[in-house]
């Protein structure tokens, strides 16, 4: 929330003593479109194929689908949170509703790092160099101390994310009230030591600052521990900047399909108008020339540099069977169809259509890590060795967060509350 739509909520709110009250909102929770059964269903195939795949002696391919998912829905929930900190630290009115979704990906930071810590039990199928001689980066490329660097990042990371929504919440809690059990908790903590407006202002905007800074770093630090480093004698200095400008990518494509589903079917208390997609579509369309900008300042430097060692990377997962077509479906899902579809301004303001769009972007992103992280572990594949398996770990993992979305919006149900005259 920017400064204006902070002094705003706290009108009125203030009696003659000058303490702030709050309200206390009504006592049962709106019911919420992510319905927990579901969400429950394709977590246990998700979890029931993987479990079913390391009991049956393919453990291998179990957590190479498991990295690749984790990989996504990872990047998804700390690219999503940004929206929220970009749009605080511009003072971005418009988005006000679309930052209170953005928030609401925090809730599956503390399973992002516990799936995080489940892949040291997959270390010896994960790390191809584990054991061997690295020629001299022995000292960066050894396990423990590459699990110890991520996962001091993730919670540098996570911990900055929940302090700034601990702060920008005091503000929505305080103008709208908490039905649910978590907000009627901070509501009584902030009751017996109200906070002063300004400092929670100043502390959100610095926290919103630094998740920035730290998604910069850390996003970075993962692309190059569990992406780039599984072919340890390849390096591109890109790499980690395209990694977070990817997270923010499928990030923002995620609060568009929740904000669309939610529009589409909670219409009577959460409502967006026209303008407000089209604003968010754009940055979503800006993010994805990023991306492919990204992409391509890679791949142009590899490719006129010429060097062995760098082109070989490049060679084997663009112009070798059975890699090369889906690097190019890579390309037309993740930027070529969503770039010619996007240029149409109305289908930005079509819920439904985003849905698709988004969908289809993110989808392409998963293929993508599938690309980036294939070769290394199919070596001598004939086939491509994308298989339902793949795809079921996806499905539970998608009803994880599903589920951790589910649970915050039924903790915090004021924020679906949103009428038309609030988001101008």
């Known amino acids: ?23 206390t909102g009504p006592r049962s929770p709106a019911r919420t479109p992510l319905v927990p059964g579901i969400s429950a269903l394709l977590t246990a195939i998700g979890a029931g194929v993987f479990i079913f795949q390391v009991a049956a002696g393919d453990a291998a391919k179990a957590w190479q689908a498991y990295l690749v998912s984790f990989l996504l829905f990872a990047a998804i929930a700390h690219g999503a949170l940004l929206f929220s900190t970009l749009m605080h630290l511009t003072r971005a009115r418009w988005s006000g509703p679309l930052a209170d979704l953005a928030e609401a990906f925090t809730a599956f930071f503390p399973l992002s790092f516990v799936l995080f810590l489940l892949l040291l039990a997959g270390r010896n199928h994960l790390f191809p160099w584990a054991g061997h001689d690295l020629h001299g980066k ?28 601990y702060h920008v919440l005091w503000f929505k809690i305080s103008a709208r009230g ?71 990518y499928v990030g923002f494509g995620a609060v568009i399909i929740l904000a669309a589903i939610l529009h589409l079917h909670q219409a009577n208390r959460f409502r967006l108008k ?24 890679q791949l142009v430097v590899i490719w006129y540099g010429n060097i062995s060692e760098e082109t070989a990377y490049v060679i084997e997962r663009v112009m070798t069977p059975p890699w090369q077509g889906l690097a190019w479906t890579v390309f037309i ?13 109305r289908i930005k303001t079509m819920p439904a259509a985003m849905i698709a769009v988004c969908g289809f972007v993110i989808s392409g992103i998963w293929l993508e890590h599938f690309l980036l992280l294939g070769p290394v572990y199919h070596t001598h594949a004939q086939a491509l060795p994308l ?10 993992f ?22 038309l005259e609030e988001n101008r």
């Not at 100043?202 to 996003?219: D, N, Q, W």
């Not at 998608?398 to 509350?417: D, N, T």
């Open 398 to 419: 998608l009803g994880l967060l599903a589920a951790a979305l589910s649970v915050y919006l039924k903790q915090f149900p004021e924020i679906l509350h949103t009428r």
């Open 274 to 297: 026209p303008a407000q997609f089209h604003d968010i579509g754009k940055l979503f369309f800006a993010f994805g020339l990023v991306w492919a900008d990204f992409f391509y300042a």
């Open 178 to 248: 908490a039905s649910g059990a978590v907000g009627r908790w901070l509501l009584r903590r902030w009751q017996k030591r109200p906070p002063d407006p300004i400092r929670y202002h100043r502390r959100a905007t610095f926290l919103a600052g630094f998740y920035m800074l730290a998604f910069a770093l850390v996003l970075s630090l993962l692309g190059y521990d569990l992406v780039m480093s599984m072919d340890p004698h390849w390096y591109s200095t890109l790499f980690g900047a395209y990694s977070f400008v990817k997270a923010i």
């Open 1 to 23: 929330m920017s400064t204006t739509t902070h002094s705003k909520a706290l009108e009125g709110l203030a009696g003659r003593d000058g303490k702030i009250r709050v309200k």
């Open 138 to 165: 022995e000292a960066w490329l050894n396990l423990p101390f590459l699990f110890s660097r991520d996962a001091a990042g993730l919670l540098i990371l996570y911990g900055l994310g929940l302090g700034y929504l």
């Open 387 to 396: 298989s339902w398996i793949d795809g079921a770990v996806a499905l539970g």
């Open 333 to 345: 899902v993740c930027f070529v169809a969503p770039f010619l579809i996007l240029l149409n301004q």
